[in-house]
């Protein structure tokens, strides 16, 4: 998630004055692949780096999700920022000594500035950080994931699901752009609107996907059929938080997730699958965007509600078929210190 650096408030500035909301997307395109044969490519090594992801970040929830359902703990080890951070950086807060164990670091900030001395632009996660030099590798959220399904294969667990199916890819990408565009920065584009002219159109946008992925999902068991791939990750981890936050914190309140059947049936249906709710914190989704965003809510108060019981109740979307790996199989049991330290599941 991008932050401006800047002091005005805890966390920055996010929505300005008779502005529209415009992510930034400068990010380190370097990639970790398998073959490299570019200077900004860099090898794929287990061991070699350690994956940076706050629980309470959707882009960087992704990556958890994908690196769990692809058993790609051994190779990638993982640290996690606290779910607040200031206007400067990320920080460690939930390790002892507030400094990550393995990088010996308190701020992410520093591991982009031991690569770039003069990094001038926000300190985002998830990001990749080489460990034996503490440089970061890479900040670029979606080619993250992508390259964890297909450049990490060697080291993916036996029975990963094909979460990038080469028969549908040309469809896959044309739904995930869709998904970014409308609903994943949709989102934002309504929370952090500078007008009323701005808010209006970006409110309209995000419920004409949010419809047009109701009517997907009511004859399908995924967004792509039978089985999970990328794109089902990548729209999770804004429904997951769309009750929690968004429809409040953000405004976008023509109705809750829970009024919409095919979606809160989905959304259960990977809540309740391995790999999807046992990476989500709804405490620390909350504390983040609640208390970072002091621009859009000044006095930092987290609301009590609403109630998350519902995530754990039948979904019934079983009815529609399907195998959620496909040829695949489950990932196993959460890697031990890496558990949820406030689960539903």
């Known amino acids: 998630m991008t932050h401006e650096a800047t002091e005005h408030g805890k966390g920055g500035v996010y929505s300005s004055k008779g502005k529209e909301f415009t992510r930034d997307t400068r990010y380190i395109n370097d990639r970790i692949v398998a073959h490299p044969t570019a200077p900004d490519e860099w090898p794929v090594e287990p061991g070699r780096y350690r994956l940076i992801a706050a629980r309470a970040c959707p882009w960087a929830n992704r990556s958890l999700i994908v690196r769990r359902l692809l058993g790609l703990e051994d190779a990638l080890s993982v640290g996690m920022p606290e779910p607040t951070h200031d206007a400067d950086s990320w920080t460690f807060g939930l390790d ?11 701020k992410l900030k520093d591991a982009f500035l031991a690569r770039f001395p003069d990094y001038s632009r926000g300190i985002t996660v998830p990001a990749i950080v080489e460990v034996s030099s503490g440089k970061v590798v890479t900040n670029d959220f979606a080619q993250i994931t992508e390259d964890f399904a297909t450049q990490w294969t060697a080291f993916q667990r036996e029975g990963a699901p094909d979460l990038w199916p080469a028969e549908r890819l040309d469809e896959l990408r044309e739904v995930m752009q869709r998904i970014y565009t409308e609903v994943n920065n949709g989102v934002y584009r309504c929370g952090f609107a500078g007008s009323q002219d701005a808010y209006d159109a970006a409110y309209e946008r995000l419920w004409t996907a949010l419809d047009w992925l109701e009517q997907r999902l009511t004859d399908r068991r995924y967004l792509m059929g039978e089985s999970i791939t990328e794109a089902d990750v990548r729209l999770f981890t804004t429904l997951v938080r769309f009750d929690p936050v968004y429809h409040g914190h953000f405004k976008c309140n023509r109705n809750k997730l829970t009024e919409m059947p095919a979606l809160w049936g989905y959304a259960r249906d990977l809540y309740q699958t391995p790999g999807f709710g046992d990476t989500v914190d709804f405490v620390q989704i909350k504390q983040h965007y609640y208390i970072v965003h002091t621009d859009l809510n000044p006095l930092g108060i987290v609301p009590d509600g609403p109630d998350l019981s519902g995530w754990l109740t039948p979904h019934g979307r079983e009815a ?13 049991p959460v890697r031990a210190g890496e558990e949820v330290p406030n689960p539903l599941v």
């Open 96 to 106: 002892p000594g507030g400094v990550d164990p393995v990088l010996g670091i308190h």
């Open 320 to 332: 529609l078929g399907g195998r959620p790996f496909g040829d695949g199989t489950p990932p196993g």
